[in-house]
Each structure stands twice: as C-alpha cells, then as structure tokens.
C-alpha cells in the first residue's frame, strides 16, 4: 500500500503514525465496549470451571507468583530491537525521507531478513533449548492448526486464483459507481484472499485507476488511507492460520469456532475493531486536504511534526 500511496504525496513515516494512531484508538474503543457488554470473569464462564474441574486447564498465576527469567527479557528486548529497526529501515528507504540511495534491499526482503536475524540471535544469546520447544503447548497448538488449515488454504487459493479477474472487475465496476463502498470492497476481497497485503496487491492499483487518481490529481488519494484498515477481514471466515492458532492455544475453552462458522467468539469484536478503525480514519482524513482535519491539528502540535 505504502508503494502505491508515496507517488501521490503521502510518505511511510506518515502513514505510520496515522495507522499506529488510528489503531491505537480502535482498540481502546473496542476493549471499552467489550468490556461492558461481554462476561469478562472467567469465574463466570461455566465452560472454563467445567474444565477447571476436570482438571484439563491450571488455575490462573498471579503476577506475584509468576517468574520472569532473565532470558525471557532479554528476548523482549532483542525482539522490540528487531521491530524498531524494521520500522528504521523501511522510513529510511521511503522518498520522503531518502537517507538511503540506491536501495538494494527492497523493503519486503528487509523485514523478512530482520527478523530472522532477530530470531536467531534470541536462540543463541538465550539459551533456547530447541530440543524442548516441540514439547511446548504452543508448539502443538500451532502446528495442528497450521495442519488443520492447509487443506481450506489451498481450497481458497485455488478458487481466489482461478477468479482473480472477476473479483478485480468487480471491485473496479463498484468503485467506480459507489466509491464510498471502497471500504467493503476491500472488506470482502479480504474475506476471500487471506492476506492483508494480497488483498492491497490486487485491488489498490484498480481502485486508483476508478477513482481516477494519479500523481497529478492525487484529491481522492485520502480514501485509499481512510479506507485501508478494512483490508483486516482476515478473521471473518474462521479459515485464517492465526485464528486457528488462537483456538487450539486457548486451554481455557471459551474460544471456539461455534456451530455457525461465521458467527464465533471473535468475531464480533474484530468486526468491532474493524469499525472503529475505519471511523477514526475517516474522521482524521475526510478533509485532509483543507487542512481542517484532525492529522493536519497534530502536525503542529508543540511545534513538532507529528505526521
């Protein structure tokens, strides 16, 4: 998204801060409501007291009681390094910034090869006992759901790819006669294609061609950032390896698919999540270009340019 957005005037350090913002907001509305309108307390849940019982899940670790070695912060540490040194590079290669000519390593190569690095230094330096982590739940969980998902992941790709065009031509027919419904188109392709960035690859560059912009009239360009967090509809179709993940490692058992498939434990929060991102988007963005918009009032707040 960002390789599409900097030729219109919009720089990665920019559109960093406005999407960490704007998710930062999402998330506290969203954890205030559900907090308010769901039985939190597992004290509550009869699901989890009924393992409780059994003897299928441990009861719950106080802070005081937990023990944090010095390992497990030094991994924190090496990890939070790797992120601010992902986020280091990709503003440094961005053109608005420019600090590094030419860019050999293109931004995607660059994380995947940080955080590798970042993955094996935590090995090493602390002392990770390989030999250990296949016995480790997480392990398991993860691996059963990486197994569970492969056959729905190639059952969708194969359907996705074989209808690639139609899904294009219908975003772009859409978009074209009802461009405030950008939101869902991204919404629903990210529903079929599984991937955040799938989904910005293949629909961002036919959406610009409908909405007409171009480096020379970039105006409608806002819609495409007001509009970008709806390509997190990953977790609308319960097929999503990390959903799946969450399932098997939630001992407690109140995570779980439900008899409907749509309609299951998280998804009404996400979908929560999800829409109150896009709302303080749009809030922010909707008269971006008049300077009367919540993002220009924060550039210049205390003198320091925020985006």
Known sequence: MTGVLEPFGWSYPELLGIWILTTFLGCMITSFIMTHIS???????????????????????????????????????????????????????????GLIKPVIVPRDA?????????????????????????GTSIFKSGMVACICVLGVAWFGDTFVSDHT???????????????????????????????????????TPTVVAALGITAASPDNSYMLVACFAAVSALFVLPTYPTLLGAVQMDDTGTTHIGKW?????????????????????????INRGTGSSLFNHLKNLGGYRVF
């Open 110 to 134: 660059a994380i995947m090869s940080l955080m590798l690095a970042v993955g094996a230094l935590i090995t090493i330096l602390c002392k990770v006992k390989l030999g250990n982590t296949a």
């Open 165 to 203: 065009k139609e899904i294009k031509d219908f975003a772009s027919q859409t978009i074209s006669l009802y461009p405030t419904l950008l939101a869902v188109v991204f919404f629903l392709a990210a529903m079929l294609l599984y991937s955040q960035a799938a989904t910005a690859k293949a629909i």
């Open 261 to 285: 498939v749509l309609l299951y434990s998280r998804c009404f929060s996400d979908l929560l999540l999800c829409r109150t991102w896009i709302c303080c988007l749009r809030i922010g963005l």
């Open 39 to 97: 039985k939190m307390d597992l004290s509550s849940d009869p699901v989890y007291q009924e393992r409780l019982k059994e003897g299928l899940v441990r009861p719950p670790v106080g802070l005081q009681d937990m023990k944090i070695t010095s390992s497990a912060k030094l991994s924190v540490w090496i990890f939070l390094t790797g992120v601010l040194c992902v986020v280091f590079y990709a503003s440094a290669i961005s053109p608005a910034v």
